[in-house]
């Protein structure tokens, strides 16, 4: 699903954001990215939907060759996947119902399949009571749930989370990981950059750690910390 | 056809161009100036064009023989005029005839009777052309014949008319310039502060994959509403104005004037005006989203 080779991204003022990453993710995976803030894990996934374009390097997504894509092709790429972020990013003055068709509708969508979409994704992440609500009337969980059901309104294979559960309780943080988690079992493919050590050690999924713009680490079911056992997560 | 798209569409220009009730307003205004302007001048050049031809057609060519002339050489004349396609109908005025016709126009200001004890005026041809353009070139053909003194259509009023005439024209499109200019960045601003107001959607329009033209369209239609809208009320700026004048101009025993001003091509000015109008907002707000779109 995802393929990059020895990418790197320079920001202008010579700020080496990613630095020579190789990193293959398969169709169906779930993926944690963690590290410290500025470790490069937002900028990694602003490359995967072409928000920047790495200054080195090949980036695979989908078949798609995302650091030479056209910028007339970059819709294109877009609709086959979903971005989710920390501060949710939904419209205020519209309802939860008009959020999630909303993004059917800017890509010329039929109404008839707004109808059908639209109502499914609101079933799938538990909001089909609150479609008549405004964002400001939701929790901060809620808000993300419909974050969510806009990201999978268009069906994508792919699935990128910048810390989904950076602005939410715990409570709320475990349901929405536990969506993630099932929308993954639909066979979406699900990457989550995080810093929650809670989320990542209680998921135990595969785990890619960065530091200084480079992966370190890359484990399957690993946990946040490296080497970290199961006593000390649960002591700890 | 898919209404549940359009009103989608339709609610989302809605939106816009309310949101910024109060730039719009100023956009509009200054359409509505720009086009008043620019209406103004071309019915006026219109009307003028028209007055003008109407005067050219009135124009005719005044063939004053040699007094010393010999009647072969009037007779050469006669002939090469009658023979000339390009003449739509001559008169021979002998001078007698000429002294009269001067007698009648001069009556009440000079007695010529008095005035004078005998006839100065030469024998002349007047020569009507049929098209107004070919009067210089039948004029000087006439010229060259032997026995003609003189062939005279009022060439340095004709020319100064027109000089006049450029004169005025190229202030008028100056000014309309300036005006189209001024009302094109207003729109370009306003389309600008709505896009600024939006632009929280519009990155979330990237993000789910709407494509540029998509985002553009509503925004292209604000515009072109903005200049529709100003345009519809010039023009009626314009008719009222019309009609006033018209009324004014009945007044004044000047016929041809009153003709070509009730006689220029008002819906096709419409159409001009309108065409241009939609134009300036259209073109502004492409440049406003466009700026915005690239970063």
């Known amino acids: ?236 | 056809m898919d209404w549940g798209k359009i009103k989608f569409f339709l609610g989302e220009v809605a939106r816009n161009f309310t949101r910024n009730a109060g730039m719009q307003i100023t956009a509009i205004g200054t359409v509505a100036v720009t086009i008043v302007l620019l209406g103004a001048f071309l019915y006026v050049r219109a009307a003028l064009a028209h007055a003008g031809s109407d005067m050219l057609n009135q124009i005719t060519i005044s063939v004053y023989m040699n007094p010393t002339a010999t009647q072969a050489q009037a007779d050469a004349v006669r002939t090469a005029i009658a023979k000339d396609a390009r003449v739509l109908d001559a008169a021979f005025v002998p001078k007698k005839a000429g002294l009269e016709e001067m007698r009648e126009r001069m009556k009440g200001q000079i007695d010529l009777s008095t005035a004078m004890t005998e006839n100065p005026l030469p024998d002349k041809f007047r020569v009507h052309v049929r098209a107004p353009e070919q009067v210089a070139a039948v004029a000087a053909s006439l010229q060259k014949l032997p026995g003609v003194q003189l062939a005279d259509y009022g060439q340095d009023v004709v020319q100064r008319m027109l000089s006049i005439g450029s004169i005025a024209r190229r202030v008028g499109i100056a000014v309309i310039a300036i005006f189209i200019l001024t009302a094109g960045i207003i729109i370009s601003n306003t389309i600008r502060l709505t896009v600024f107001a939006r632009r929280r959607e519009i990155s979330i329009m990237q993000l789910v994959g709407a494509t540029n033209m998509y985002i553009r369209a509503p925004f292209i239609c604000e515009g072109l509403l903005a200049g529709i809208l100003g345009t519809v009320i010039a023009i009626g700026v314009l008719a009222v104005g019309r009609a006033a004048l018209t009324h004014q101009l009945a007044a004044i025993p000047a016929g041809f004037v009153q003709t070509s001003f009730v006689q220029v091509d008002a819906a096709g000015l419409v159409l001009q005006l309108l065409a241009v109008g939609g134009a300036v907002g259209v073109i502004a707000s492409w440049i406003a989203v466009g700026r915005f779109l690239r970063t």
């Open chain 1, 1 to 236: 699903m995802i393929s990059l080779r020895g990418v790197s991204l320079v920001y202008p003022n010579g700020v080496r954001a990613i630095d020579g990453i190789d990193l293959e993710i398969a169709k169906g995976d779930f993926v944690f990215l963690v590290g410290h803030s500025g470790t490069g894990k937002s900028s990694l996934l602003r490359l995967l939907y072409r928000e920047m374009i790495p200054t080195g390097g090949q980036i695979t997504v989908d078949g798609i060759r995302v650091d030479r894509l056209r910028r007339g092709r970059i819709p294109a790429l877009r609709r086959h996947l979903g971005v989710v972020f920390q501060d949710f990013k939904l419209l205020t003055d519209k309802t939860v119902w008009e959020n999630v068709a909303f993004a059917l509708q800017v890509t010329g969508a039929h109404t008839k399949d707004v109808m059908r979409q639209v109502p499914r994704c609101l079933e799938m992440v538990g909001l089909s009571h609150k479609s008549r609500m405004y964002p400001g009337e939701l929790s901060g969980g809620e808000q993300q749930r419909t974050a969510i059901a806009r990201a999978l309104v268009n069906n994508p294979k792919l699935l990128l989370c910048d810390e989904p559960t950076g602005n939410l309780d715990p409570q709320n943080t475990t349901e929405i990981m536990e969506l993630l988690g099932r929308i993954n079992l639909k066979g979406t493919t699900v990457v989550v950059a995080t810093h929650n050590q809670a989320v990542v050690d209680r998921m135990r999924r595969r785990v890619v750690r960065m530091e200084n713009g480079r992966i370190t680490t890359d484990e399957e079911r690993g946990f946040y910390f490296l080497g970290l056992g199961q006593d000390q997560v649960l002591s700890g």
